[in-house]
């Protein structure tokens, strides 16, 4: 990647004009991530930086914690202040959210898992059509199918419940367990069902003892990616819980609209970890995952 | 080598033949395959296929109104409109019974769907049917229903009014189509333009398109090269770059549009940053968010690392030497990049292209937040009719065309990628 030592003059301009792009990009990418956290210790009610906060050297009175206090639902004295309002909504959607994005990786990662080790076999009939319905709550936009399952839990008289949420936060979430242990399964070797079933195993018993090891990290990943689908998906939670079901999302969501306040900020620092915390993890299983399966790394 | 085919049927021990017993063994696999399969296929059907399927019905039913008013809508199709000027005394004397004895939510629902075809629909049947009600409080039996129509409100004698249920009495109805392309059914039934200060769908489809391909580019402007660079580095270094294309990706879609706010807001960080350094002064700071801008900033960081990923994918795989022997035979630098390396990129860049681009068209969250009045697309009309003004007719065909300009795309996606060659991480 690196110039050669024959580079004519222009050549290096253009190779660094080339890597100076590239570090903006990676720059818009992932600053405005980093640049709320900060902010998030800021004494101030606006989301701005102060000029305590940028002073040099710093200025101990402009940063504080009132914020993640007033998040965790602490109203003390030194929390409230005139524009931020302090409740326990944020926990409360901090619950449901964990709550939902449980429940709903359990029952995805479990009907996604089986549905991935069918269509890993080789006598698989129509199996292009299959992949396309099991995908396509994927690939429809998050709108369109909020639309369509409003207006038909409403007949059934599942709106505005949780089990409606779950239920079509399972449906969201399936695809990423399918892709993700069909990914897994590809160099999967079926000899080793074949010996473990001649050497006397039951179906359950060479599921639980021989596949269901080696397809760990894919599941694991999968149960994941899972996970965050139904933990960030406001949309389907806007229009089928009801106004006090809250989650994550729907109060960030609210904030945004209504109460512009640090408090988002705190609790979108606090997603911010999550996330580097759920990308290191995939990102482990996955080389695990290629390790066991004996693939080189790249 | 010398073959030789037995003739004579293969048996097993069981002596069932050798053929017939494979076709059962084969048999048995495909449903076991199947079985693991149908908990989800079902599943997913019941909670997703379905109520698509139920979406696409309503968009275009029209049955509600049809039993609020069955009997005058039958005598209404018997009108000749040729030959007379308003519509046969049946028709106003079903009317009358119907608005008299009606369930009053069923009327109500129907007075919402009349006022679509026609505005003033709504302020008319209340008015009428409060006097019916009088009348027939009274136990008067009027000698014309058409006279006391008239008597009751002069806009009884209005053909125009009239003319308006001609795109009402079908069950099943295209009007919601056309009310999505900003198009309605004229007093002979024929498609025309709506009014003035009615036409917003067009606008917003088109600004749809616009903002949709404007973030493609900008993503293929930004992705390529930082795909090119990932693809070339040591592993080493691309693996610990790669975080920075995987994090936005793992982040959730609020916090990242947040952070837009933070950032381009008035007071925001690229203003202070730009006031600090003199670009503008502390008066001139500039609007970023709330409109068209702010959307297309936002949505660009957001779908980046869609196009980075297959790019990568496709980059990775091309070989070095290429470049260094199209360098070789004498092409210049500029010439063999054009010439040999990005034609073997084209399968990521219509990847990637078509991903951003059908991602971006169904987007609702970004743009509602950021975008402001000026950067609002499709999906907020969708949102707006489902949970505001309970237009579900006109929100479904919406919804409807949206889902139709998908799958065209997803349709191309396919010939091109393939969908199983979709990958995560």
């Known amino acids: 990647m690196a110039l050669p030592s024959y580079a004519t003059p222009v050549q290096r301009t253009y190779y660094y004009f080339y890597l100076f792009f590239c570090t903006v990009v990676f720059f818009f990418l992932i600053a405005p991530l980093f640049a709320i956290i900060p902010i998030s210790f800021s004494v101030s009610p606006f989301m701005v930086f102060t000029e305590g906060m940028l ?52 029952i995805a990662t479990a009907l996604g898992t089986l549905a991935a080790l069918g269509l890993s076999r080789p006598h698989m009939p129509y199996k292009g059509l299959i992949m396309a319905i099991l995908i396509s709550p994927m690939i429809v936009p ?39 242990v069909t990914a897994t399964l590809v160099g999967f070797d079926m000899n080793m069902v074949k010996a473990a079933q001649s050497l006397g195993a039951k179906p359950m018993r060479t599921f639980f003892k021989v596949i269901m090891p080696l397809i760990l990290p894919g599941i694991i990943s999968g149960a994941l990616f899972a996970f965050i689908t139904s933990f960030d998906e406001v949309v389907i939670v806007m229009f089928m819980a ?10 960030m969501w609210a904030g945004i609209r209504q109460e512009i306040s640090p408090v988002i900020l705190c609790m979108a620092t606090c997603l911010v970890l999550l996330s580097i915390f759920l990308l290191t993890t995939v990102e482990l299983l996955r080389r695990r995952s290629e390790k066991l399966r004996g693939i080189k790394a790249r | 080598m010398e073959v030789t085919i037995s003739t004579a049927e293969l048996l097993t021990t069981d002596g069932i033949p050798l053929k017939q017993s494979l076709r059962k063994a084969e048999r048995r696999n495909k449903l076991r395959a199947f079985l693991l399969v149908f908990p989800l296929l079902l599943f997913i059907v019941v909670t997703f296929v379905m109520p698509i399927g139920d979406m696409l019905l309503r968009s275009v039913d029209d049955s509600q109104i049809n039993s609020v008013f069955p009997n005058t809508f039958d005598e209404y199709k018997n009108w000749d409109k040729g030959a007379d000027e308003l519509p046969p005394e049946e028709v106003y004397k079903s009317l009358f019974f119907e608005l008299a004895n009606g369930d009053k939510r069923q009327i109500g629902k129907a007075l919402t769907r009349m006022n679509y075809a026609k505005s003033g629909w709504k302020s008319l049947i209340k008015k009428t049917t409060r006097e019916i009600k009088k009348i027939i409080k009274k136990g008067e039996e009027p000698i014309s229903y058409k006279e006391t129509f ?21 069950d099943r109805s295209s009007i919601y189509y056309w009310n999505a392309l900003d198009r309605t059914f004229d007093e002979d039934g024929e498609v025309v333009l709506q009014d003035e200060k009615r036409r917003m769908y067009v606008k917003t489809w088109l600004r749809t398109f616009k903002v949709s391909i404007y973030v493609t580019i900008f993503c293929l402007i930004l992705g390529f090269p930082v795909a090119h660079l990932l693809a070339n580095l ?75 990923l297959p790019l990568y994918s496709v980059m990775r795989v091309i070989p070095k030497s290429h470049m260094r022997a199209a360098q070789n035979l004498g092409a210049k630098p500029a010439m063999a990049f054009w010439r040999v390396y990005l034609p073997q990129t084209i399968p990521g860049i219509s990847a990637g292209g078509l991903l951003v681009f059908v991602l971006a068209i169904g987007y609702f969250i970004t743009p509602e937040l950021v975008g402001g009045k000026d950067g609002k697309l499709i999906g907020s009309w969708i949102a707006y009719h489902l949970k505001t003004t309970l237009n579900w007719g006109l929100c479904a065909a919406l919804g409807g065309i949206l889902l139709g300009i998908m799958l065209i795309f997803y349709w191309l996606y396919n010939k091109i990628v393939g969908i199983d060659n979709i990958k995560l991480g």
């Open chain 2, 150 to 170: 008239i008597k009751i409100n002069k806009l009884w004698g209005d053909p125009t009014y009239w003319y308006s249920f001609n795109q009402m009495v079908n």
């Open chain 1, 55 to 106: 002073a040099w050297p710093p200025d101990p009175e402009a940063w504080s914690i009132r914020w993640y206090k007033n998040m965790i639902g602490d109203c003390s004295a030194d929390v409230v202040s005139s524009t931020v309002p302090c409740s326990k909504k944020w926990m409360v959607g901090t619950v449901n959210s964990f709550y939902i994005g449980i429940i709903a990786t359990v």
């Open chain 2, 234 to 308: 040591p592993l080493r270094y691309s693996n610990l770059l790669m975080i920075f294309v995987l994090l936005p990706f793992w982040t959730s879609l609020l916090v990242r549009t947040t952070a837009w706010i933070v950032m381009l807001q008035q007071n925001g960080v690229i203003n202070g940053i730009l006031v600090w350094l003199g670009v503008i002064t502390d008066d001139g700071r500039i609007q970023m968010v709330y409109n068209e801008a702010g959307t297309l900033i936002a949505m660009t960081q957001i779908l980046l690392p869609f196009m980075i």
């Open chain 1, 142 to 180: 998050l709108i369109i199918t909020a639309a369509g399952m409003f207006f038909f839990y409403a007949r059934i008289n599942l709106v505005y419940t949780f089990t409606g949420v779950i239920l079509a936060h399972v449906a969201l979430a399936t695809p990423f367990v399918v892709i993700t």
């Open chain 1, 242 to 251: 009801s106004i006090d079901q809250l989650t994550i999302p729907k109060q």
